[in-house]
């Protein structure tokens, strides 16, 4: 509550497995989101399509698959916004993407499609302008699969 991330690499406010719920975020500024390079999510354009290590083969990700910064990155539905803003995201500045099933250290941690199937937490009073792409996005989650030769890209 009450906080400032200014001049970030990478996800700001980040809420990222899948299992987090009934967090509250309230009143905090997100402003100048840019890329960085701890996760695949983190990159621009051309480090996505550069840094290809964890790729299926000779797999170029295209520029859909590059375009993930974002200010507020909330994987679990169950988590209450208010009152925050997010603006010069080089992406998104709010971002809600609801996983399959859990991603990382807390994989297997819920059912698959737990969060798929809960209701939205309070979102109220949030504003976002003056990001790269979207102000607010609502998306399906993360790839939870290893790269292979029908889906090569790493997430």
């Known amino acids: 509550q009450d906080t400032v991330g200014y001049d970030t690499l990478g996800h700001c406010y980040f809420i990222e ?10 009143h905090n500024l997100g402003l100048v989101t840019r890329a960085g390079t701890l996760l695949p999510t983190d990159r621009d354009d051309n480090m996505c399509r550069s840094m290809r290590d964890a790729v299926y083969g000779d797999y170029v990700p295209s520029t859909s698959d590059c375009r993930a910064v974002t200010t507020f990155w ?4 169950n988590n209450i916004l208010t009152n ?6 080089l992406h998104t500045g709010i971002w809600y993407i609801f996983h399959r099933e ?3 250290p807390s ?7 737990q969060a798929e199937r809960t209701p939205l937490g309070r979102f109220y009073n949030n504003r976002a302008h003056s990001n790269g792409i979207d102000g ?13 030769s029908s889906k090569p890209e790493e997430y």
């Open 74 to 77: 909330i994987a679990h539905p």
């Open 102 to 104: 859990p991603t990382g």
């Open 17 to 26: 497995d899948g299992v987090e719920q009934r967090n509250v975020l309230d």
């Open 84 to 89: 925050n803003a997010a603006a010069g995201s």
């Open 136 to 148: 607010l996005m609502i998306d399906e989650g993360v790839k939870t699969t290893q790269p292979s």
């Open 107 to 113: 994989d297997g941690a819920l059912p698959r499609y």
